[in-house]
């Protein structure tokens, strides 16, 4: 007899230890009912790929292999994101496809922590017929959705009210929380005059722009952002654009947000650029960081450039499945709510 219709409802635990486990599986099965109503077609991205992300605070797993010691071109990594492959799909595939979705494992070299796991799952998906303000209003509706579900399993919501989620540029939430007014703090100087009058006195002060942006972030704007219920963080420096677009009524800021929930970042969307020539450019100064840091240097996603400016108007968003799942099912590590535990033997 097959069970691959058989609905997560009609699961018995006899085991607390699996009981997240198993309220995770009914989760899934919302989320997918939840993407099929919206039309969305699920793909499946490949794990291993040429290209595994460029950004320079990711470090991939490189996959060995007896053929990459003879030809440097076998070499492969498992990937960080699906994002390469599923825009290049979009990309080729025309406009015969307009949303589309993966869930699956991403792999990231960094050390365990409650909510980081080198494996764990991702939720991706892109739309061309959709605005970045329409996707944090989907993006909100899917949480709250499987909120309610959680809820109906005995799980309390405390950290998600029905009240919409915050909408904060990041202009606003500096110029609240640090005092700061990045518009008028431009330069290094300028920025590292501003925090130390904030009263900052790490190390990142030291650092480029970026490093003080971060510092000041780190200290006085993400853990205020952990206090004040759900809040989508828009409009980026340019700096950190990454695959986002670049706001076209003031290029000093990127057309992206990342989703925050009880302190943690949940999600991270792009108005996505679709212009070859500028992400090679980008792509080759993420490249140039993580040599100056003697970090990876795995190449570009040739194919993803050689199609990218088929990819026209489209909008992506990653979230951390397990970190929604802790969130939902009120778990304190993500070693709770996965099968098996980075560390288990």
């Not at 990594?77 to 496809?97: C, D, M, N």
């Amino acid at each position: 007899m097959t069970n691959q219709h058989i609905k997560p409802s009609s699961f018995q635990s006899n085991s607390s230890q699996n009981t997240r486990l198993l309220d995770r599986a009914r989760l899934l099965w919302a989320l997918r009912e939840q993407f099929n109503a919206d039309d969305f077609l699920e793909i499946e991205s490949p794990s291993i790929v040429v290209s595994p992300g460029l950004e320079p605070q990711l470090d991939a797993f490189e996959v060995h292999s007896e053929y990459a010691h003879v030809d440097q071109a076998e070499r492969r990594w498992l990937h960080t994101s699906p994002e390469y492959a599923l825009k290049r799909f979009l990309a080729i595939q025309g406009q015969q496809v307009n949303r589309i979705y993966s869930l699956g494992s991403c792999f990231r070299d960094e050390p365990t922590s409650n909510s980081h796991s080198p494996e764990f799952t991702m939720l991706e998906w892109y739309a061309r017929d959709l605005s970045l303000e329409d996707l944090m209003t989907q993006c909100e509706t899917l949480i709250k959705k499987l909120s309610a579900v959680a809820e109906s399993l005995g799980y309390p919501q405390t950290h998600l009210p029905q009240k919409e989620f915050e909408r904060l540029s990041v202009h606003e939430a500096f110029i609240r929380y640090a005092g700061i007014d990045l518009n008028h703090a431009q330069s290094i100087e300028k920025l590292r005059h501003c925090a130390k009058e904030a009263g900052i006195r790490a190390d990142g002060l030291h650092g480029s722009w970026d490093d003080v942006y971060f510092q000041i972030f780190m200290d006085l704007v993400e853990p205020k952002l952990s206090t004040n219920g759900p809040c989508f963080l828009y409009d980026f420096p340019a700096s950190q654009a990454a695959l986002a677009k670049l706001d076209p009524q003031d290029s000093r800021w990127a057309r992206r947000f990342e989703l925050f929930i009880n302190g943690i970042e949940l999600a991270n969307a792009f108005d996505e650029l679709s212009v070859a020539n500028e992400q090679r450019e980008r792509f080759q100064a993420d490249l140039n960081i993580r040599a100056q840091r003697g970090a990876q240097t795995p190449p570009m996603d040739e194919v993803l450039l050689t199609h990218l400016d088929q990819l026209g108007q489209c909008v992506g968003i990653a979230l951390g499945f397990d970190r929604l799942v802790m969130l939902l099912l009120n778990a304190d590590h993500i070693d709770q709510v996965r099968l098996q535990a980075w560390n288990s033997p």
